[in-house]
């Protein structure tokens, strides 16, 4: 099913950050560095991710547009895009979804913004919800982990598990208005 050897996601790899600070298809695909982290890559490499929703939570309110618009549009940019960095650096790396690439963290965890204000309280919540699902891996996101080989494989499993978050903000939004809805 992969097209890369099925070594372990943790695999050493010599001279990895060495490698991540010089390719740029590398670096995009740690996300500038951050899935370099020794310990819970997945988890620091969420952050680049919850700071573009920050930004475009910025940006929206000084161009009066609606942040769902923005971030919406920089999603139609952003799947593709992800899709081929996160397959280039698994080839480049020789393991498939190795745990320092997080572009595909980074993109999933934007998905609840689609649909919800970026407030500090959803960037929270987006974000504990959304690492929750994706080491949880509940069916099908346990699935596409598995079965689904590729860049297509790496960044979409994330994509799903950022709609689980946003569901579950969703089913929070009725028991707990004020904290999403403010």
């Not at 790396?93 to 999933?108: A, M, N, P, T």
Request: charged share 15%.
């Amino acid at each position: 099913m992969h097209t890369t050897e099925d070594k372990p996601k943790s695999a050493y790899i010599p001279g990895l950050s060495r490698r991540v600070f010089r390719d740029p298809v590398l670096f995009l695909a740690f996300g500038l560095g951050f899935g370099l982290a020794k310990k819970a890559p997945g988890t620091f490499g969420t952050i680049p991710g919850i700071i573009t929703a920050w930004l475009i939570g910025l940006i929206s309110a000084l161009a009066l547009t609606p942040s769902s618009v923005l971030v919406s549009v920089l999603m139609l940019a952003l799947i593709p895009f992800s899709v081929w960095i996160c397959d280039s650096a698994s080839r480049r790396l020789g393991v498939h979804d190795y745990g320092g690439i997080v572009l595909d963290e980074i993109v999933g965890v934007l998905v609840p913004f689609m649909f919800f204000d970026i407030t500090p309280a959803n960037l929270l919540l987006a974000f504990l919800w959304f690492r929750f699902f994706d080491v949880l891996k509940p069916w099908p996101i346990s699935w596409i982990d598995r079965r689904v080989g590729g860049g297509l494989g790496i960044v979409f499993d994330d994509i799903l598990a950022g709609i689980f978050a946003l569901v579950a903000m969703l089913v929070m939004g009725i028991f707990f208005p004020q904290w999403i809805y403010t």
